[in-house]
């Protein structure tokens, strides 16, 4: 064997191992032979801007991480046994010479905006780093029966390049979370919240990688307020139904220049019906299935839209058969009207909602 393929067999050799060894970040960890365990508190700030037809909303958090590096215990100085402190700039400068984790925030719309505020560092080793971070993470959840239901706000933060055989994280304490009145005044927009929660999970970041990296998984669910689906979108549905049932109250047979509000007016309710699901549009969800409030749309401008034929039907057979037959056909329009109504959304709401 030629001194040179002895040599690229050497070097074939010592990629082949180092590529099996885990990839250790240029500081390393503290400990080499065990996983670091970071202590991880989250206050939860502000939560707005809850976008239905995006799957995103707006968060910002007060974070904090608490571990233990031996390599930064000191003595400490007569008189003064507290912990060094590092605040903002001066925090941010002192982190690029010791280790310390990076958080992801994954899923999220664009990237996260994070500030820190403060390291400390206790004589013993302890470290305390404390940020603040904004983000606008993707919800998953599924709106079938919008304006009403339930949605669960998720916020995934993994670590972004140290695997489980480095890093663990353990849950510390998060606020507000058992004081549902607290979370309310986190949450702004029409969502009332039921319940929040967190826990410590793993998962691959790469589809060629099978490391596993430690994440935090916090839910947030929360209910849409009633009271807002209903004057936002049943109560309008209702108050246009009820007037297109009303114009067919007017009798044509009686004075002929009825028509012409009863047909005008119902035109107009189909374009208003139209116009409103267009302005409430921020409010809707886009989704790829129908929703409670599609159906409920939709079967209202079906409705106008046969009320505007019935009453052309109406004019057209008072023309043509006089008032008798008109007024028959009228009075038999006017009672199957809500009654089709009713048994077309009771059939509907089943049948296109699963």
Excluded at 51 to 72: I, N, V, Y
Aim: hydrophobic share 45%; glycine share 6%.
């Amino acid at each position: 064997m030629s001194v040179a393929k002895f040599g690229r067999h050497i070097f074939f050799a010592l990629l082949f191992c180092i590529v099996l060894q885990p990839a250790w970040a240029d500081i390393p960890p503290p400990s080499p032979d065990k996983p670091t365990l970071v202590n991880v508190d989250l206050k939860l700030e502000d939560i707005n801007d809850i976008k239905l037809g995006s799957g995103t909303f707006d968060l910002t958090a007060q974070f904090g991480m608490r571990w233990h590096d031996p390599r930064l215990e000191f003595e400490p100085e007569p008189g003064r046994p507290g912990p060094r402190v590092w605040m903002g700039a001066r925090a941010e400068q002192q982190l690029q010479q010791i280790w310390h984790p990076i958080i992801d925030v994954n899923g999220e719309k664009g990237l996260s905006v994070a500030r820190v505020y403060s390291l400390s560092i206790w004589p013993d080793g302890h470290v305390e780093l404390r940020e603040k971070f904004s983000a606008t993470p993707r919800f998953d959840g599924e709106l079938t029966w919008f304006p009403f239901g339930h949605l669960t706000l998720s916020l995934t933060l993994t670590s972004a390049a140290m695997d489980r055989r480095q890093i663990e994280f353990e849950l510390g304490e998060l606020t507000p979370k058992e004081d549902l009145a607290a979370v309310d005044r986190v949450i702004h927009g029409n969502w009332v919240p039921e319940d929040v929660g967190w826990s410590v999970s793993e998962r691959t970041r790469m589809v060629h990688s099978n490391n596993l990296y430690p994440q935090i998984d916090i839910d947030i669910r929360v209910e849409h307020d009633f009271l807002d689906g209903v004057h936002k979108v049943l109560l309008p549905l209702i108050v246009i139904a009820l007037a297109s049932w009303g114009l067919l109250w007017l009798n044509p047979t009686v004075q002929p220049a009825f028509s012409s509000p009863r047909i005008g007016g119902t035109t107009t309710l189909i374009l208003t019906t139209i116009a409103l699901k267009f302005v409430l549009g921020r409010e809707l969800p886009v989704v790829h299935y129908l929703t409670l409030a599609d159906v409920l749309f939709n079967v209202t401008i079906i409705m106008l839209t046969i009320s505007l034929l019935t009453s052309c039907l109406v004019a057209a057979v008072f023309t043509e058969r006089g008032a008798d037959a008109a007024r028959s056909l009228n009075r038999v329009i006017g009672r199957l009207y809500p009654l089709i109504y009713v048994v077309l959304l009771v059939v509907s709401i089943p049948l296109f909602i699963e």
